[in-house]
């Protein structure tokens, strides 16, 4: 063979800058040879385009109507466990449960076996067997039961009646047989007859005023104390 015919019948392969150049003018002969990554992005900014501004619109209109919709009062809850109705048709709770806060923030908790509106829209409620819960702001707690009672839930007072029963953290323990209570100023009173025990002693008074949520304890009327014997060795 020929070696000039050889040579002569082979093309050189061109060169990298060669094809890059070639490329570059296919591709500005045609404008659709776009690469396929770029078109995703292009769809990209122009779905965010319409996104965002309908996103933030959204959002304002929720900040301007949020108030109106949390109509409810977030310091004062009700819970109940099922719903029941008496021989007039009147609708009752069962197991109703009432958080709340007093005026310092102290949570109270109020409880029964069966609750009753009093009226169409009434905020007042009607009580079986209640149980108040009181949280001090020592940390220590008060409880008071009764066998009925009244509950007005914008108030916050809490009417007892019928073997009314006062227990306190520290160990007392105090028994009438009407009792009205200030959940909300962390008072009560009664103007009957009253007995009360603990490790001090015994009292009895014609009636009672509680402050600050049970700290001070006064017995009105005529009263008498027993005290333990025993007491003051102890404390000595």
Same mark, same amino acid.
Request: aromatic share 12%; charged share 25%; net charge negative.
């Given at each position: 063979m020929n070696p000039a015919e050889t040579t002569s019948g082979l093309q050189p392969s061109p060169s990298p800058t060669a094809r890059s150049e070639n490329r570059s003018r296919a591709m500005d002969r045609d404008p659709r040879a776009v690469p396929r990554g770029a078109k995703s992005y292009s769809r990209f900014v122009q779905l965010m385009k319409l996104l965002l501004p309908a996103t933030a619109a959204l959002l304002i209109i929720l900040i301007l109507v949020w108030p109106y919709l949390r109509t409810e /009062?977030?310091? @004062?809850?009700? %819970? @109940?466990a099922a719903v029941t109705a008496n021989n007039s048709e009147?609708? %009752?709770? &069962?197991n109703p =449960?009432?958080?709340? @806060?007093d005026k310092e923030n102290q949570a109270f908790s109020i409880t029964a076996d069966l609750a009753r509106i009093l009226a169409d829209n009434s905020t007042v409620v009607e009580l079986e067997m209640p149980k108040a819960d009181i949280?001090? /702001?020592?940390?220590?707690?008060? &409880?008071?039961t009764a066998q009925n009672g009244v509950f007005t839930q914008l108030e916050k007072t809490l009417?007892?009646?019928?073997? &009314?029963n006062l227990f306190h953290d520290s160990g007392y323990e105090l028994q009438t047989s009407k009792a009205n209570v200030d959940l909300e100023k962390g008072l009560a009173k009664g103007d009957s007859a009253i007995r009360g025990?603990?490790?001090f002693g015994e009292l009895h008074g014609d009636g009672f005023r509680l402050i600050d949520k049970g700290k001070t304890i006064v017995f009105t009327g005529k009263s008498k104390l027993v005290i333990y014997p025993g007491i =003051?060795?102890?404390?000595q």
């Open positions: /009062d977030l310091r @004062f809850r009700l %819970s @109940f009147d609708p %009752s709770m &069962v =449960r009432y958080l709340g @806060f949280t001090l /702001d020592d940390g220590t707690w008060l &409880v008071l009417t007892l009646e019928g073997a &009314v025990q603990g490790p =003051r060795e102890a404390k």
